[in-house]
T-cell receptor, first 111, second 111 residues
Framework: DTAVSQTPKYLVTQMGNDKSIKCEQNLGHDTMYWYKQDSKKFLKIMFSYNNKELIINETVPNRFSPKSPDKAHLNLHINSLELGDSAVYFC??????????FGPGTRLTVL | GQQVMQIPQYQHVQEGEDFTTYCNSSTTLSNIQWYKQRPGGHPVFLIQLVKSGEVKKQKRLTFQFGEAKKNSSLHITATQTTDVGTYFCAVGVSGYSTLTFGKGTMLLVSP
């Protein structure tokens, strides 16, 4: 059984396009996150949602907009993609502000 | 935000040698977690340490939390090729609802 799933796994797109990444967790966790991992493997939190409400919004360009239709889903929409957005994006969920359960990641390549 | 330094950035060992990665913070931590990310994979939770001076073992892995709760180490005895990956520490600070990840230590094990 997949605990945290993300789609798509790979995303290749042109600069300026708008794209979305979807995340779903079936663990019943209240908190979900989006992380960005750059080419140097640095994991940086972008957003955190608790029960569909935004609780953390790190310094992220406002081209990135998370949406949580329910507590099992946290999607990430990116407008006007730039070259520097190329990275692996991980969704994660947590039963508390502790152990993170990561999804498989979405490798975004902006050409 | 919370700063955490993880060293070394990279280590290459021969199979059978030991390996240690360290995580240091300038502030007192409420807890520390360790994650492993295999190449091409996603971070996977290994363990959480909460108590001052705590030591936990998982087979060949030994995790320590410093007495002052400002540092931690992960030691692998007699590395195997299956240990290859990047090891991250992640720290929580009392009053904050998220974790801050270290930059990770990439371990390469040659047979």
């Amino acid at each position: 059984d997949t605990a945290v799933s993300q789609t798509p796994k790979y995303l290749v797109t042109q600069m300026g396009n708008d794209k979305s990444i979807k995340c779903e967790q079936n663990l019943g966790h209240d908190t979900m996150y989006w992380y960005k991992q750059d080419s140097k493997k640095f994991l940086k939190i972008m957003f955190s949602y608790n029960n569909k409400e935004l609780i953390i919004n790190e310094t992220v360009p406002n081209r990135f907009s998370p949406k949580s239709p329910d507590k099992a889903h946290l999607n990430l929409h990116i407008n006007s993609l730039e070259l520097g957005d190329s990275a692996v994006y991980f969704c994660a969920s947590s039963p508390s502000p502790d152990t993170q359960y990561f999804g498989p990641g979405t490798r975004l390549t902006v050409l | 935000g919370q700063q955490v330094m993880q060293i070394p950035q990279y280590q290459h060992v021969q199979e059978g040698e030991d390996f240690t990665t360290y995580c240091n913070s300038s502030t007192t931590l409420s807890n520390i977690q360790w994650y492993k990310q295999r190449p091409g994979g996603h971070p996977v939770f290994l363990i959480q340490l909460v108590k001052s001076g705590e030591v936990k073992k998982q087979k060949r892995l030994t995790f320590q939390f410093g007495e002052a709760k400002k540092n931690s180490s992960l030691h692998i005895t007699a590395t195997q090729t299956t240990d290859v990956g990047t090891y991250f520490c992640a720290v929580g600070v009392s009053g904050y609802s998220t974790l801050t990840f270290g930059k990770g230590t990439m371990l390469l094990v040659s047979p």
